[in-house]
């Protein structure tokens, strides 16, 4: 398997579909991996917190979440092949889950939104066994009696909205109990398939503009954007401009 030193994280240069199938056989082994989906923000950030680096050394599989870090790899000269995001990764593992009779939790986000994004992807699924749903809205002090209780459940996929890096922080401390097979975090996409976050159209995303979609509709994200071209230029100072 093809990977990417990208700034100190390790990206796993694969299509949606090796992916898919890469997290199959993790379920299939039925032993404990973390899959986190790497974006920009998350990377420029662990360049000064090293604890966030050490969270993707530590997941077994990194996806490129976007085309930042589709064009960063290529940058350092090892392309990946497109773009794996959370939300993405996500319905086609639902899909299949339903298929496979994988057993799905279902993590985060607002009170009654995970509950609405089950209810939904049931319907478009039909077979999925969602075995339990619980709201983001805990106490640190709770975090262990509840990945007990999602352990009771015996999910084979467990899908965590909590928003990075809370959410990958979450899967590092607390997957073993939770007896998961595989963990993913997911952002914001309980959001979307509740239906309560509009995602931008399919025409949007095939052009790689969800990014300024998303800014359009929440101009106070303007923030969070300045980091794309603060990591494009540690992306082309690494490696470009120390070759010349």
Known sequence: MMKVNLLGACVDALSMDETVERVAGMIRSGRPHRIMTLNP?????????????DL??????????????VWACRMAGR???ERVTGID???????????????????????????????????????????????GYFQE????????????????????ALGAPKQEIWIDRHLEETGASVALGVGGSFDVVAGRVKRAPLWV???????????????????RQLVLP?????????????KM
Do not use: H, N
């Not at 923000?41 to 680096?53: G, I």
């Open 56 to 69: 993707a050394g530590r997941s077994d599989l990194v996806t490129p979440d976007g085309v930042g870090i």
């Open 79 to 81: 392309p990946a092949p």
């Open 89 to 135: 990764l996500m319905l086609r593992l639902v899909e299949r889950a339903a298929v496979e009779k994988w057993r799905v939790y279902m993590l985060g986000s607002a009170p009654g939104v995970a509950e609405e994004a089950a209810s939904r992807l049931r319907l478009t699924y039909p077979g999925l066994l969602v075995v339990g749903t619980r709201d």
């Open 41 to 53: 923000e998350f990377l420029c950030r662990a360049q000064t917190e090293s604890a966030l680096l």
């Open 230 to 242: 603060l990591f494009a230029w540690m992306v082309i100072k690494r490696y470009k401009l120390k």
């Open 141 to 160: 002090s709770e975090e262990r009696k509840l990945a007990g209780e999602i352990g009771k459940t015996r999910p084979d996929l467990l899908l965590v």
């Open 205 to 223: 995303r095939r052009l790689r503009l969800e990014w300024l979609s998303r800014l359009l509709k929440e101009p106070s994200r303007w923030r």
